[in-house]
């Protein structure tokens, strides 16, 4: 089992950033990549980025790139989501979530509002 915990979701107006983190703990040597979803209301939640725990691999979707950068710290099994230039359409619950070698989001986080005023 992993258990993950968010933080650092808030209200911030847009054009701010805000830093989240996801601290993993538990049998984290199964985890082969980190990620971080959203979900918005009426909307489905939707993989905004990713980064693997060895290579540091990333992948962002194109609706936060050049925006948003994702790092994470093996020390200290973190993983974190730089989110700058904030949009209102960033409003969402963002989940942080493991993926097994095996390939699936195995493990989530409780989640972490995130709301962007104009």
């Known amino acids: 089992q992993v258990q993950l915990v968010e933080s650092g979701g808030g209200l911030v107006q847009a054009g701010g950033s805000l830093r989240l983190s996801c601290a993993a703990s538990g049998r984290t040597s199964s985890s082969y990549a980190m990620g971080w979803f959203r979900q918005a209301p009426g909307k489905e939640r939707e993989l905004i980025a990713r980064i693997t725990w060895n290579s540091g691999n990333t992948y962002f979707v194109d609706s936060v790139k050049g925006r948003f950068t994702i790092s994470r710290d093996n020390a200290k099994n973190t993983v974190y989501l730089q989110m700058n230039s904030l949009k209102p359409e960033d409003t969402a619950v963002y989940y942080c979530?493991?993926?097994?070698?095996?390939?699936?989001?195995?493990?989530w986080g409780q989640g972490t509002q995130v709301t962007v005023s104009s």
């Open positions: 979530a493991a993926r097994t070698f095996l390939g699936s989001w195995e493990y």
